[in-house]
């Protein structure tokens, strides 16, 4: 059994852990890191997944099982590469798989698959969510049943080309090729209710703000508190929590906001750089302990295109506030 900051997973190279408990068990959607031999050029390219496994925990205490391949992409029609970090979510009896991955022309849509277990097998869908682009799908599931996508990554996560609200595959230094700059606000995550089926979006996606103790939205140049992927959301006495990765400055961050949408005030760090290059979380209530699941690149000695996933326990106080963690050196 895997003990607290240790990988959970050793058979294989996982990612990017989305946490749930469905029916009193403890299920784990990563993604499969395969890895290639490309350069990290920013495009993500060296990131190469192709597959799901979900793993499942009878207890923090237990072994994580190996449910076996709950999706492929050869069985995805519309895609073409990349499926990456996913997530997942239950409603009407039915499991649902929230993927992204690349469509024909090389554009990242999120996809949907169908099962009638926490494992899968699960079915795509023929078609990507209509109006659905980026990636790090992530659902909240509300106390009243409505259920929110969340979405959003820069640089390979091909924020920067959603700015005019079409796809620009080169936007042009004019149009900010890398995105906004110095005090100009930073891109934003996008963010939809889901219609009751679950497959599709109830709006269009739109942005969901992130401000500072003054109000004002974060900066580009604030590189250490703005968004950059990895969208998730839980919720604590009333209130909405929305979580990210700050991508290249390495730090898990917390926001927290009066509704599923925001706006989101910053609050501060859940978890110190690891060791690779960046870092990718959920959170979840597991018999009454909060836990944070994210994943380093311990077993591969560091390389960031082969991870593995860990947890720790989560310390929130009665107002909400995380106890920073600072994951130990090994």
């Given at each position: 059994?895997?003990?607290?900051?240790?990988?959970?997973?050793?058979?294989?190279?996982?990612?990017?852990?989305?946490?749930?408990?469905?029916?009193?068990?403890?299920?784990?959607?990563?993604?499969h890191d395969?890895?290639?031999?490309?350069?990290?050029?920013?495009?993500?390219d060296h990131?190469?997944?192709?597959?799901?496994?979900?793993?499942?925990?009878?207890?923090?205490?237990?072994?994580?099982?190996d449910e076996?391949?709950?999706?492929?992409?050869?069985?995805?029609?519309?895609?073409?590469?990349?499926?990456?970090?996913?997530?997942?979510?239950?409603?009407?009896?039915?499991?649902?798989?929230?993927?992204?991955?690349?469509?024909?022309?090389?554009?990242?849509?999120?996809?949907?698959?169908?099962?009638?277990?926490?494992?899968?097998?699960?079915?795509?869908?023929?078609?990507?969510?209509?109006?659905?682009?980026?990636?790090?799908?992530?659902?909240?599931?509300?106390?009243?049943?409505?259920?929110?996508?969340?979405?959003?990554?820069?640089?390979?996560?091909?924020?920067?080309?959603?700015?005019?609200?079409?796809?620009?595959?080169?936007?042009?230094?004019?149009?900010?090729?890398?995105?906004?700059?110095?005090?100009?606000?930073?891109?934003?995550?996008?963010?939809?209710?889901?219609?009751?089926?679950?497959?599709?979006?109830?709006?269009?996606?739109?942005?969901?703000?992130?401000?500072?103790?003054?109000?004002?939205?974060?900066?580009?140049?604030?590189?250490?508190?703005?968004?950059?992927?990895?969208?998730?959301?839980?919720?604590?006495?009333?209130?909405?929590?929305?979580?990210?990765?700050?991508?290249?400055?390495?730090?898990?961050?917390?926001?927290?906001?009066?509704?599923?949408?925001?706006?989101?005030?910053?609050?501060?760090?859940?978890?110190?750089?690891?060791?690779?290059?960046?870092?990718?979380?959920?959170?979840?209530?597991?018999?009454?302990?909060?836990?944070?699941?994210?994943?380093?690149?311990?077993?591969?000695?560091?390389?960031?295109?082969?991870?593995?996933?860990?947890?720790?326990?989560?310390?929130?106080?009665?107002?909400?506030?995380?106890?920073?963690?600072?994951?130990?050196?090994?």
């Amino acid at each position: 059994m895997a003990k607290p900051h240790t990988p959970l997973v050793t058979g294989i190279y996982t990612a990017d852990p989305s946490a749930h408990v469905f029916d009193g068990k403890i299920y784990i959607y990563p993604s499969h890191d395969l890895g290639n031999d490309k350069e990290d050029d920013g495009s993500g390219d060296h990131f190469w997944m192709e597959d799901y496994h979900v793993f499942s925990l009878e207890s923090l205490d237990a072994e994580a099982v190996d449910e076996g391949e709950a999706l492929h992409i050869k069985d995805v029609p519309w895609a073409s590469e990349q499926m990456w970090a996913p997530d997942a979510a239950t409603k009407n009896g039915k499991y649902y798989l929230y993927f992204p991955a690349k469509d024909k022309d090389g554009i990242f849509r999120i996809g949907v698959a169908v099962g009638d277990s926490p494992a899968g097998p699960f079915t795509p869908e023929t078609d990507y969510i209509a109006g659905s682009f980026t990636i790090d799908p992530a659902v909240f599931v509300d106390d009243d049943g409505k259920a929110y996508l969340y979405v959003g990554g820069l640089w390979g996560g091909q924020l920067e080309k959603w700015q005019t609200g079409e796809f620009v595959p080169n936007p042009g230094a004019s149009a900010g090729e890398d995105g906004p700059q110095g005090d100009q606000p930073a891109l934003l995550p996008f963010a939809a209710e889901l219609n009751d089926d679950m497959i599709s979006l109830a709006e269009p996606l739109r942005t969901i703000e992130i401000r500072d103790e003054n109000g004002e939205l974060l900066k580009a140049a604030d590189t250490d508190r703005r968004f950059f992927e990895g969208s998730w959301v839980h919720k604590f006495n009333g209130k909405y929590y929305f979580s990210y990765s700050t991508g290249d400055t390495h730090y898990l961050a917390y926001a927290e906001g009066e509704t599923p949408f925001g706006p989101f005030t910053y609050k501060g760090r859940i978890l110190e750089p690891v060791l690779g290059w960046t870092t990718h979380h959920s959170i979840v209530e597991v018999d009454g302990q909060w836990v944070l699941f994210y994943h380093d690149a311990e077993l591969s000695g560091g390389k960031t295109q082969l991870r593995n996933i860990k947890y720790t326990p989560l310390e929130i106080a009665p107002d909400g506030t995380i106890t920073t963690i600072t994951p130990p050196v090994r």
